[in-house]
């Protein structure tokens, strides 16, 4: 019994390190107000009003909200790639790229 419960707690942990890696995503920053109609100029005037910043994945359309906006200040409207996690339904960015024109997918930094 002791045994079971030490491999069950075993894979509860390698579950959660494996869950808990930063991943990729390419998208546009947008504000919440906007969402997947993505305006760079809209977006700039939108969050510097107070608007939500928003990441929106180029793969779904999802629109995520961003858990802390000043990873991504300055790129308003802007193609990026973006490493991080989703936690609690929003995106906690930890590196940000500008994406070359006509690139959908770029799995360098």
Known sequence: MKRIFAISALIVLLAT??????QRWTGY????KC??????????KCIE??????????G??????????????????HHVM???RLENNALTVS??????AGKVNDATY
């Open 60 to 77: 779904d359309k999802a629109v995520i909200p961003v858990a802390n906006p000043e990873a991504l200040k300055g790129h308003e409207g």
């Open 17 to 22: 390190a494996v869950l808990a890696k930063d």
């Open 35 to 44: 969402g997947a109609k993505v305006d760079a100029a809209c977006a700039k």
């Open 82 to 84: 973006v490493e991080g």
């Open 95 to 100: 590196k940000v790229k500008m994406m070359e």
């Open 49 to 58: 009003a107070g608007e939500k910043m928003v990441f929106v994945n180029d």
């Open 29 to 32: 920053v947008s504000d919440a």
